[in-house]
Nanobody, 115 residues
Framework: QVHLVESGGGLVQAGGSLRLSCTASGRVVSIIAMAWYRQAPGKQRELVAVISSGGSSTNYPDSVKGRFTISRDNGKNTVYLQMNNLKPEDTAVYYC????????WGQGTQVTVSS
């Protein structure tokens, strides 16, 4: 069974940056597409970034395009999310999973952006 552990969140001022990490316990994640999601209080969980298994293809919604960058290191079974120019509306708990949500959710990592 694959377990996901997210880390790297914290409190940052608007305009600041954070780098999130998602490490998987099983090697299977190195051969599948992965994604980052976020869930703000009272809102549904939303997809914020997708990366192909080899890392050559990425996709983002307009809300984060140009500010967030997803990457991966398959040798370390880790997926990253570099977040720049953070805005208060980026405040949420961030999770990783596959684009079709096929792995059990981790605990997530809290990102809080102050204005």
């Amino acid at each position: 069974q694959v377990h996901l552990v997210e880390s790297g969140g914290g409190l940052v001022q608007a305009g600041g940056s954070l780098r999130l990490s998602c490490t998987a316990s099983g090697r299977v994640v190195s051969i599948i597409a992965m994604a980052w999601y976020r869930q703000a209080p009272g809102k549904q969980r939303e997809l914020v970034a997708v990366i192909s298994s080899g890392g050559s293809s990425t996709n983002y919604p307009d809300s984060v395009k140009g500010r967030f960058t997803i990457s991966r290191d398959n040798g370390k079974n880790t997926v990253y999310l570099q977040m720049n120019n953070l805005k208060p509306e980026d405040t949420a708990v961030y999770y990783c999973n596959t684009p079709t949500r096929t792995i059990g959710w981790g605990q997530g990592t809290q990102v809080t952006v102050s204005s």
